[in-house]
């Protein structure tokens, strides 16, 4: 047994020693690189996310019109909340929208999802046709819904007309609105949510279910205590986005409420609607948009943290998780 | 090898150019050319696009006065329209000209629209023999002229003669018809008309622009004294109550109904009889496909003797940033003169404020189908009054406030006209205030 030769180790140690200052120079220059990559993503986000985020809370600390300077005007915002009946309303209908419309929109992708699993003729069509409101433009399906839905010359009311009722005056109430956005909104927020449950039930492992089946498990209970269980990370995911999207909802009250439509917008406006029309509309309010606006990021941010908490009770994440 | 390094490279400069790019295309400013006797480019932004067309020809006909000026019109959706301009004016930037309205004041504070005196003084014109003197005034801050009269609102009747022709129905508005004719022949139309049709008339059920702020007027009523808001009053409760009245008797379509309901295009297809009109909608009825003589005009119903209707006037502006002010008086002054205001006239949307007859008359002419036009302003414009908006900019804050708390609990029972004419004076005094 012959040990290698001390020429050959010699040779070796140098290169040993070698190689991690080569690695550190050339990972120093591939770092280099790697940030100047990403440096248009991190100075976008320096911009218009923190730059903007830190803007809008100076901004609620001021008096600001749409134009001019800003003057400080201390927690005056803040204080004029308490006392400000409209952001009660755009409040109210804003938790009202997304009492309504997230369980919805959970509950019909899952139907969705669950369709999508099952082998029928037509089930490249009703994939195809789930997933077509993601790719329609949110304007033009709102248009044509509201459309649809108009008072005297709406397809929806000819129908139930031609059935002997009387026609619904869909805007002109808060009942009404909150059918048609209830509609619209669930109609637009459908499809992203069931391919991701989708794929989430794509994960479950077979044998789980086949170890079920074969302990006598039906498929109504399968679906009840596996499946849904299982699929408890993505549906905590989709509870999770569907209620931050309809707490931040505006283009759909937006679109059918204009603001020249004053008489009616009480019925839908929402907070993003309602800062909207402080910060853009006539005089600007700018100051106290930005207030409501962080009201509104601090209420987002509640319950999230709600969520997140109750998410270790009630979330599966598998053995590892 | 090379290859490689040389296409890294290549990525990396990219990528820093990019974010550079990224970085100063929001500084960009804005384009103009400076130089005598070089090319000058000016931009006009306006906001209705009924107007677009009669602005463009004026332009063409400036243009081809001016070879070394070249306008860009840009129309922005009346919504998005200040928004645009806040953004764009508060960066230094902005249109070299630009329509304004009851938020002049509001630019002019902050030092983005120039005083025209200078210009008005160097080409001798006397804007009160031009123009009517109460729109002149409106752009007059501390005896210093920001705007140019460019129209004149005026609120009218019109009727379709077809949907009274086929409901077989005579008695149709006229000149010098009163409040309780126009509800006497609403009420006849509404008799014979079956479901098709939506109702037999629109009357605009908003306090401000056209509704209820008018029939105040008309009562002899006032909005405002001595700073304080006075709609509750006998006149106002009255004037709220007769709009009212008109709702609850089905004379117009139920408030809470309307919020999708365009009023000239129920008018063209005939689904209602006659309508209370803005003068800057009337060129929607009059290019019109109906047979000419369908659409007759006709003033607001007397009350009290009164048919006072509210009106206000928008005007050409100068950018105090603009590179090129000269240039951009010559456009002020051509839209606004008498060949301008003509030119804009014969594209038939609002009617100019220019007081020339010859302007008058190419208004008239450009809405020709809609017949009585003419009688129909000489009769409206002797009794016209500022819109309270316009007259109490402070107002205009608070007027969609005003529609969706009180107007519409209002209209749907839930407040008393007493209730409703002393809340609008609460959130008007609290607009006041400020």
Redesign the interface.
Known sequence: MTPPTLVRSESVVPNLRRRPARRRKFGRRDAR?GF??L??LV??LL?FRFYGFGYNVWMSFMDA????APTFSGFDNYARMFSD??LGIALMNTFKFTAIIAPTVVVVSLVCATLMQWKFRGASAFRTIVFLPAVTLPTAAILLF?WLF???YGLINAVIQSLGAQPV?W???AAGLTVVVTVIVVFLSFSVPTIILYAGMQDIPADVHEAAALDGAGPIRRYFLITLPLLSPSLFFVILTTIIGTLKLFDVVYVL??????????YG?TAVYYYY?LA??????RGYASAVSLLLFVIIMAISLVLFRLQRRFVHYGEDG | MLSFMRARRSLVVGAVGLTLLAVTSGCATASSDGADGEAVELSLQIWNPADKAGVQNAIDAFEDANQNIDVTLEQVPEDQYYTKLDASLGAGEGPDVMWQSSRAQYYIDGGAIEPLDDYIAEDNLDLTALYPEQLVDLYNFDDQQYGIPKDQDVWMWVYNTAVFEALGVTDVPTTDWTWDDMVRIAEEVKAKQDGSYTAPMYYPYFFNNGGVSGVIKQLGGEFVEDNEATVNSAEGIEAYEKVKALQDDGLILPVASSGDFNAPTAMISGQIAFSKTPSWLLSLLSTADVPEGTFVAVPQPEIDGSRATDTNGLSYTMNSNSSHKDEAWDLIKFLTSDEGAKLHAEGGAAQPANLSADVKAAYFEANKSVSGLKETFEATIPDQFLRITTEYTAVREIGAQIESTVMAPFYAGTLTADQATQQTDDLVNEALSK
């Open positions: 690189i100047l990559f440096l248009p100075v976008g911009v019109g749409a134009f001019g009946g409209q509201g108009q008072t005297q005056s805007f002109g109430s409420l204009p603001p020249e439509q004053s008489a009616s917008v009480n406006i029309q853009f509309l006539n005089m600007g309010d």
